[in-house]
């Protein structure tokens, strides 16, 4: 039986926690400012989500050797199917044919009804694709390779990405330095990737875990704030933040190294772990389908009573009512063999 690393799974759900408020936080409409302030700080928050998912597959994986066998035969396709069944259910939902499937599986989606979560899933692909060749990398990497290797593919590159923002908010054009500077260098996502890796190898001392805390605190606070005046500039929640930005690589990689310093060991809990456990386990079926739960939940009198109370501690009881029912219904749904190879 395969030890848990439970600091693995705890980033897990919160990541998963996340990415469900990303796509409810705009049912917060009317708030007051500190609701407003609250809402903003939290969205800003919530994009940590997508590099803590590849930190955690770069932990998991890239400390193995896998045959490109088992990336094609069971990664990829443990990833592909899903994918298509997913898009398969948004296109009967809207009484499309198979034209369109085919077209939204391979080109896009219509913007009123696409699964616009699904496109994860094609990075996390295009990641298990390159598993087996940065194995090989990172195996002869030192220290300082490491080190070097996670300053430019992420904190560097993560720079030049938010320069187009910056760039238009300031003198009203957009920078075209994005495009060159990046594409002289890997796609950020395989910096996180191997930043992961590298994390969960490390030992995390009290010191950098308080130093961490600090920087943490302070990103996320400066990233709230820089959003705030965007928003105030004009700018929608969507064209201000991006998992790719400084803004989200440095708040992503202090909470990584926070939780590993604080349950890197087993908890004594036997009920908590297990609990812990399932919910870990449930979070790919969470994230394929929870997107189809939250209008059904929002609608629901006892949700929008709570909405009517405050708007925020809404989407807080929306989001953990579907975490919860979806996590019941995945682990039932893993009891069936050939349904938990793909969940």
């Not at 955690?56 to 994986?61: C, K, P, Q």
């Amino acid at each position: 039986m395969k030890t848990r690393i439970i600091y693995l799974d705890i980033i897990k759900i919160l990541a998963i926690l996340l990415v469900i408020f990303n796509h409810s936080h705009f049912y917060i409409t009317n708030s007051t400012l500190f609701e407003n302030g609250l809402h903003i700080t939290l969205f800003d928050f919530c994009k940590i989500a997508v590099p803590l998912f590849i930190m955690v597959s770069g932990a998991l994986l890239l400390g193995k050797e896998t045959s490109y066998k088992d990336i094609f035969c069971k990664r990829i396709w443990r990833v592909l199917v899903p994918l298509i069944i997913v898009t398969a259910i948004f296109s009967l939902m809207h009484g499309d044919n198979i034209k369109d499937f085919v077209y939204y599986l391979f080109f896009g989606y219509n913007d009123n009804y696409n699964p616009y979560h699904l496109w994860y899933l094609y990075m996390l692909i295009g990641l298990y694709l390159v598993t087996p060749f940065l194995q090989k990398m990172i195996k002869n990497f030192k220290e300082i390779d490491f080190k070097w290797f996670i300053t430019l593919f992420v904190i560097v590159v993560s720079i030049f990405n938010i320069i187009p923002l910056i760039s238009l908010v300031f003198i009203d054009k957009p920078s075209f330095i994005k495009g060159d500077f990046t594409s002289l260098f890997f796609p950020i996502a395989i910096g996180y990737y191997i930043t992961g890796y590298y994390l969960s190898k490390k030992e995390i001392s009290k010191k950098t875990n308080i130093i961490s805390i600090i920087i943490l605190i302070l990103s996320v606070l400066i990233g709230a704030l820089f959003m705030f005046f965007l928003l105030n500039k004009g700018f929608e929640y969507d064209e201000i933040a991006d998992y790719s930005y400084i803004t989200t690589a440095i708040p992503a990689i202090c909470t990584f190294i926070i939780l590993k310093y604080f349950f890197n060991k087993t908890l004594k809990n036997k009920t908590l772990n297990k609990l812990i456990t399932i919910t870990s386990n449930s979070v790919f079926g969470v994230y394929l389908f929870h997107v189809f739960f939250l209008g059904i939940v929002y609608e629901t009198n006892t949700i929008q009573f709570v909405f009517n109370f405050n708007q925020v501690l809404g989407v807080f009881c929306l989001d953990i009512i579907v975490l919860i029912f979806l996590t019941i219904i995945v682990w039932l749904l893993q009891k069936v063999p050939i349904i938990k190879k793909f969940l």
